[in-house]
């Protein structure tokens, strides 16, 4: 088992939809945990950080699930601007492990 | 405030030929990582270093070296460069995780190096 795992898509959502990724990690000792943005032929970007009470940056909600270990990140009225490859990452060694899911890539039509 | 500068840019080899890649970090980071991204891929981390003078493998280390002689710089090397390394490299660097909260990465640019 893949020790970060997300669902490829792509997700094709229509402007103004609300869509929702999730990713599943395997080491239960992880500690912090991230959600990023690549932008095509770009380098990552961090979206947000995800917290254990979950947290939310205007559209942008993001959940942890340490029972059952998994993140997710939820969007609400889908810009076009959000399209991109959005990743999910998680720290299990105090920075000296980052480990990146293979990326879900969303694309938001007109 | 540049954060984190790659170079060059891009690149072409030959195979065989060697060529060192240049990671440079202005936010007084102590971590700095190198990652390689293929298609399809997710991110995979080459090497990474903790401090000035120190560096450890990180998945995928085989045939490149790094060194980190000056806190702010983390050199990539490719001693002997071949087909299989054509690909897009990636600088990171961070803070040391603490109780103050998560520190998250931050990226240059990227390096798309192709091996002929």
């Known amino acids: 088992r893949k020790e970060v795992e997300q669902d490829p898509g792509p997700f094709n959502v229509p402007e103004g939809a609300t869509v929702a990724f999730n990713c599943t990690y395997s080491n239960s000792a992880s500690q912090s945990f991230f959600w990023y943005r690549q932008d095509c032929r770009k380098e990552p970007k961090l979206l947000m950080s995800v917290y254990s009470s979950g947290n939310e940056d205007g559209r942008f909600t993001a959940q942890l699930n340490r029972a059952s270990q998994y993140i997710s990140l939820l969007i609400r009225d889908s810009k076009l601007s959000d399209s991109a490859t959005y990743l999910c990452v998680v720290n299990d060694n105090y920075g000296q492990n980052f480990v990146f899911g293979p990326g879900t890539r969303l694309s938001v039509l007109p | 405030n540049a954060g984190v500068t790659q170079t060059p840019k891009f690149r072409v080899l030959k195979t065989g030929q060697s060529m060192t890649l240049l990671c440079a970090q202005d936010m007084n980071h102590e971590y700095m990582y190198w990652y390689r991204q293929d298609p399809g891929m997710g991110l995979r981390l080459i090497h990474y270093?903790?401090?000035?003078?120190?560096?450890a493998k990180g998945e995928v280390p085989d045939g490149y070296n790094v060194s980190r002689l000056k806190k702010q710089n983390f050199l990539l090397g490719l001693e002997s460069a071949a087909p299989s390394q054509t690909s897009v490299y990636f600088c990171?660097?961070?803070?040391?995780?603490?109780?103050?909260?998560?520190?998250?990465?931050?990226f240059g640019d990227g390096t798309r190096l192709s091996i002929l």
């Open positions: 990171a660097s961070s803070y040391i995780r603490d109780r103050a909260g998560d520190q998250p990465q931050h």
């Open positions: 270093s903790v401090g000035e003078g120190t560096t």
